[in-house]
């Protein structure tokens, strides 16, 4: 069973994901943002693709913590299969400035 971020923003970014949705996710995000993988700095427009739009991201909230923004998570693409990892968003005035991910 999957758990809903309280954050309205880091919600609607899930829901992108599951959609298939890359014109709703970038929606969310200010035109400045960033993100690492693992803990380095990636291009965020070419992670995205090639991370999940490409290879059919899914992601399954197990857990979510600082109103939303912090998510342990399983996340599905068809390049590494299933694997637990970690999310934590930034979010700047209803839009993401900056998501960090990894393994968890």
């Known amino acids: 069973m999957s758990v809903s971020p309280e ?3 880091v919600a609607a970014f899930v829901s992108a994901i599951n959609a298939g949705d890359r014109d709703a996710l ?3 995000l200010t035109p ?9 700095e ?3 427009a070419g992670w995205v693709d090639k991370e999940i739009f490409s290879v059919g991201g ?3 909230v197990e857990t979510a913590s600082d109103g939303g923004r912090s998510l342990k998570a399983s996340f599905t693409n ?3 299969g ?7 968003f930034t979010v700047t005035d209803g839009r993401i ?3 960090e991910t990894g393994q968890a």
């Open 7 to 9: 954050d309205p923003t």
């Open 26 to 28: 970038f929606a969310l």
């Open 32 to 40: 400045d943002a960033t993100m690492s993988d693992d803990g380095s």
């Open 42 to 44: 990636r291009d965020l």
């Open 58 to 60: 899914h992601m399954d």
């Open 78 to 80: 068809a390049t590494y």
């Open 82 to 88: 299933t694997m637990r990892t970690r999310w934590a």
């Open 97 to 99: 400035s900056r998501f």
